[in-house]
């Protein structure tokens, strides 16, 4: 009987390959498919906690050096007496005036720049020659680093903001322009359809279509943008600083560099990184949560 039904398998062509053949399935012994997360583990996932144990660690390796190679506060003060520093200023209330001095420009820069990478992008998305263009000059200034362009922003604009907006916007526009385009350039051709099926033409297209999809690339092109521009602007205010006496936090790292007050400038510094790290860590990430990390666009 079984060579029979062997025999009638391979007449009609039936051949019952091993891999298919189902076999049951029992639960294993001994094996914790779902257990409690232990207190460490649970701190441990928090991306926060992560942070602040990594600073820890820097600012612990930085007090031990000072301590124990008894460095010259001059040349590399510790981090005890940069943060009394920090909290001199705090006191007297100047750096507070300097972040003031320095966010305002920066603020103005930023937007202007998001403002102008905007008009570029639209008529790039809608016109070839406009692609043509935009891909011509992202090519020719995203490589020229802005503040190799203030010597020309103090001939045409003085010494005063106008110059520094200039080159912020510089380091603005390209980089946002650059990863919005790419992104714009990524965006599948079935979310195309999709658009030209509902009759979307120009700027509800754009922003219908095409902003949703390469919204990852417009915050990652937005942060480089943040990024290039804090950093151009405190380079910039070194040269104004150094030429009219007034400025914000570049400033201030200029004149106590100068004055050989190096613990100051370490508070200057610390300034920076901490503004860096709110609007990256606050900002920024609040909206990429809301956003591209809902959306499961990115994880």
């Known amino acids: 009987m079984g060579h029979a039904k062997g025999m009638s398998e391979i007449q ?24 409690r997360l ?8 928090i991306n926060a906690v992560r942070k602040l144990t990594i600073l820890l660690g820097l600012i612990v390796s930085w007090e031990a050096y000072t301590q124990i190679a008894n460095v010259e506060v001059l040349l590399f ?3 005890s007496i940069s943060i009394q520093a920090l909290w ?63 010597p020309l922003a103090m001939l045409w604009f003085g010494l005063g ?7 912020t916007i510089h380091s603005v526009l390209w980089a946002v322009t650059l990863s919005t385009l790419t992104g714009f350039m990524a965006v599948s ?10 009759d979307l033409r120009g700027i509800f297209y754009i922003l219908k279509i ?41 400033w201030m790292i200029y004149e106590n560099g100068d004055n050989l007050d190096t613990e100051y400038v370490f508070a200057a510094l610390f ?8 609007v990256e860590n606050v900002i920024f990430r609040n909206i990429e949560m809301k956003t591209v990390n809902k959306w499961g666009m990115q994880h």
Do not use: C
Not at 189 to 198: A, I
Not at 218 to 234: M, Q, V
Not at 271 to 278: A, E, F, M, N, R
């Open 12 to 35: 009609f062509g039936v051949h019952v390959r091993p891999e298919f053949v189902a076999e049951v399935l029992t639960v294993p012994d001994n094996v914790n498919i779902e257990r």
């Open 271 to 278: 300034t920076v990184i901490l503004v860096g790290l709110l």
């Open 38 to 45: 232990s207190r460490f583990e649970r701190i441990s996932n």
């Open 189 to 198: 051709e079935t979310l195309r359809m999709v658009g030209r099926n509902y």
């Open 88 to 150: 001199e200023t705090m006191l007297t209330g100047e750096i507070f005036e300097k972040i003031w001095a320095s966010l305002s420009i920066l603020v103005v820069g930023y937007v202007a720049g998001l403002l102008l990478s905007a008009v570029l992008l639209i008529v790039a998305v809608t016109s070839r020659i406009g692609g043509d263009i935009l891909s011509t000059l992202t090519a020719m200034f995203q490589p020229l680093p802005a503040i190799s362009l203030l």
């Open 210 to 250: 095409l902003v949703p999809a390469a919204f990852s690339s417009i915050l990652t092109g937005l942060k480089i943008g943040w990024a290039f521009a804090w950093r151009t602007l405190i380079g910039a205010e070194l040269v104004f600083g150094a030429l009219s006496g007034k400025g914000g936090l570049g």
């Open 77 to 79: 003060p510790s981090f």
């Open 161 to 167: 903001a106008p110059s520094l907006i200039f080159v």
